[in-house]
């Protein structure tokens, strides 16, 4: 069964004003499609075909747990944002001010990791049982293949108008803090 371009979590306007309809559509409707019509060409009449996302991206060779990757991490994305925004809850509120005193001490972190980052890449929070990190990777680099819980991730754009500042703003406002906090709460919890 061949995989299927997942839904958007909110509507292509949601995210305005910090993420544009036009950069929705463009990341959604054609990068991703695009991930997920050459991620069907790999697997199309392998063992492959009828395996989850995950079970690519860690047990497949190069290419196909590349594209695999790729477009996992695209659907992470989506669910990483949220119209609401909002803020780390108790727990997760408590692991970053353990971490970096407050969250102003993880947004730094995460600019400068993203200013070393490759543009088109993903910079993630991650936790495993050490506590939490932050983690930049190229587009198919992939908490799950490092073997880390990913409780958010921020998209770096690519191209020569692009502004890391601007997306990293954008990506404070819409930051999907329920769904981090779920991620946090989630299997890999009881090793921490």
Known sequence: ?????????????????????ETVIQRHSQTQRACVARLNQLVEDTPWASASLEAILLGAERELARQ?????????????????????????GQAIAARWGEPAGLRQAIATVASDAP??????????????????????????????TPLLVHHLASGQDTDTTAGLDAFWALANWRFAA???????AAAR
């Open 1 to 21: 069964m061949p995989f299927e371009l997942p839904a958007l979590p909110y509507d292509t306007k949601a995210l305005a004003p910090h993420l544009s309809r």
């Open 68 to 92: 695999a990757a790729q477009a996992w991490a695209f659907t992470f994305h989506w669910h990483s944002l949220s119209p609401q925004g909002g803020a780390p809850d108790d727990a997760l």
């Open 119 to 148: 543009p088109g890449g993903w910079v993630w929070l991650v936790c495993d049982a050490q506590g939490l990190a932050v983690m930049a990777g190229d587009v198919h680099d992939v908490p799950l293949s490092r073997g880390l």
């Open 182 to 188: 779920a991620n946090f709460a989630g299997p890999s």
